[in-house]
């Protein structure tokens, strides 16, 4: 299978985080540029923009809450500054990142401010990107310590992972693929959308990419002869990945619909296409998924295209009950995150070691009840 020509669409989507994370770099103090550079053959844009922003919500609380800091900004800090920050001040922002209110401004110009909120999960990361950044500073003789590193990461609690039961996957399609229980409102672009829904679902439940990956497809990236086609990769790298009979029918069949259509300039490549001839977006993969699963599955909610990326990375663990291979085919660098999250113990299972404990064999009827 042969690499078909790209598109400039994962150029321009590559351009636009680099050139937000200059922007990002003009409120951080010089140290954090630095950072950036250091750590670039070894990371990620995501990454590093992940870094950004965590960074600069923790030197805007220096220069807003701390009074060593009043009065300064924070791109006016420098390493003397920075080596004045305390364990006292990286524990208290910790707790300060339970709640606070961050100032946004709107395409009119206002001011708004929003509530935000992180519970374990955002205080662990954020604070694991702070240890990263005074690790390298430290490393690098900038300042005499990580202060960092002498607070602890708060203690993470394990969530239960949602996924599709089996009956919950086909009710998804069937609904996808019949209008069944939309309003009327909805019945009336499922007319126009119909194949492409149904394609994308069975696309995603039956590979499990990212929503990033299914949004960057190109047309050129399938190849229905060999039932393949190439994704590319949280980093940029790409992988070949293969159809079931089933999921490349429904791709077909979509794309005999997509060739009618004639795509705006910018976007004739993309294999999925929203109402507007544009490249889908995200956000529209998202609540496309949302849509259907809240009639499929009314109980669990906020079901996400990782959701069904992760009923996808169960499902092929009950049936192989090889975790390498669900790594492998899920891009996964790290087998124990596909352990953590994929290869949970089925609910079948559990019942079935209960069946198997015996705690106190049942008296014999002729027994007497002597010991």
């Known amino acids: 299978m042969q690499t078909p020509q790209r598109d400039d669409y994962r150029n321009e989507v590559a351009r636009k985080r680099v050139l937000l994370l200059r922007q990002i770099q003009k409120e951080l103090p010089i140290a954090c540029v630095d950072f950036f550079v250091a750590i670039e053959p070894q990371t990620g844009i995501l990454t590093r923009l992940a870094y950004a922003y965590d960074l600069r919500i923790f030197f805007q609380y220096l220069c807003d809450e701390v009074r060593t800091f009043a009065g300064l900004t924070p791109n006016e800090l420098t390493d003397a500054?920075?080596?004045?920050?305390t364990r006292l001040d990286v524990e208290r922002y910790t707790q300060f990142l339970t709640l606070y209110y961050k100032n946004e401004q709107r395409e009119d110009g206002t001011v708004i401010s929003r509530e935000m909120e992180n519970k374990e999960y955002g205080k662990m990361r954020k604070l694991s990107s702070l240890r990263a950044f005074f690790r390298y500073l430290f490393s690098s003789e900038r300042v005499p310590g990580n202060v960092a590193e002498l607070v602890p990461l708060p203690k993470g609690h394990e969530k239960a992972i949602i996924r599709l039961d089996i009956d919950e996957v086909a009710r998804i399609l069937d609904i996808a693929e019949s209008g069944e229980a939309l309003s009327a409102r909805q019945k009336q672009y499922h007319a126009l959308t119909r194949a492409r829904d149904l394609a994308m679902l069975t696309l995603f439940l039956g590979t499990g990419i990212r929503v990033s990956e299914c949004v960057g497809l190109n047309l050129a990236d399938i190849d229905f002869e060999q039932n393949a086609f190439?994704?590319?990769?949280?980093?940029?790298?790409?992988?070949?990945?293969?159809?079931?009979?089933?999921?490349?029918?429904?791709?077909l069949a979509y794309r005999n619909e997509r060739l009618r259509v004639e795509a705006l300039p910018g976007h004739e490549a993309a294999f999925f296409l929203s109402l507007q001839r544009r490249r889908i977006s995200q956000r529209a993969v998202e609540n496309l998924v949302h849509k259907y699963a809240r009639i499929a599955a009314p109980l669990k909610r906020k079901i996400s295209p990782h959701k069904l990326r992760s009923t996808y990375g169960t499902n092929l663990y009950r049936e192989t009950g090889d975790i390498y291979l669900v790594a492998d085919v899920l891009g996964h660098t790290d087998v124990n995150t596909t352990r953590k999250h994929y290869a949970a113990i089925p609910e079948e299972r559990r019942r079935e070691a209960a069946r198997h404990t015996i705690l106190r064999q049942a008296a014999h009827p002729d027994s007497d009840g002597d010991a």
């Open 81 to 85: 500054h920075i080596a004045q920050v």
């Open 230 to 251: 190439i994704v590319t990769r949280k980093g940029g790298s790409e992988a070949i990945l293969y159809l079931s009979d089933e999921v490349a029918a429904a791709l």
